[in-house]
């Protein structure tokens, strides 16, 4: 079964921007991303999402899961849940897009956190 690829257009508009500030990701209270590189992506209507560059991640806080999902503007995406210096695990709080489709291919090598389970923090 072959799944639908979506151009973004006037309909729904896709803008993938340098945030141009310094973005700070904390997972219950602990920096869990840090970077002055991230990216803006807007999509439409939605709240705009910080996407950060994965060697900007700590690594080690990482665990990656079986979760999939499929955007037909963006491609699949994977996850990431974070685990906490006290042993915490916050499940899936990250999504990524390995192989995104060409509209957004800068995304490639980024990661998203979902902001009701993290703290993101962007500052001039």
Not at 1 to 15: C, E, K, W, Y
Request: glycine fraction near 6%; hydrophobic fraction near 40%; charged fraction near 20%.
């Amino acid at each position: 079964m072959s799944r639908p690829v979506l151009q973004p257009g006037a309909g729904h508009p896709i803008t993938v921007t340098p945030t141009g500030q310094h973005v700070t990701v904390r997972v219950n209270g602990e920096v869990v991303a840090d970077t002055d590189a991230a990216l803006t992506l807007q999509e439409a209507t939605l709240p705009a999402v910080q996407y950060i560059p994965i060697a900007d991640v700590k690594q080690e806080m990482l665990r990656r899961t079986d979760t999939a999902t499929y955007c037909p503007f963006k491609g699949d995406a994977s996850y990431y849940s974070v685990v906490t210096s006290a042993g915490d695990t916050v499940d899936d709080v990250i999504w990524t897009y390995q192989e995104p489709y060409p509209a957004v291919a800068d995304i490639a090598q980024h990661v998203a956190f979902y902001p009701d389970r993290a703290e993101i923090t962007v500052a001039g």
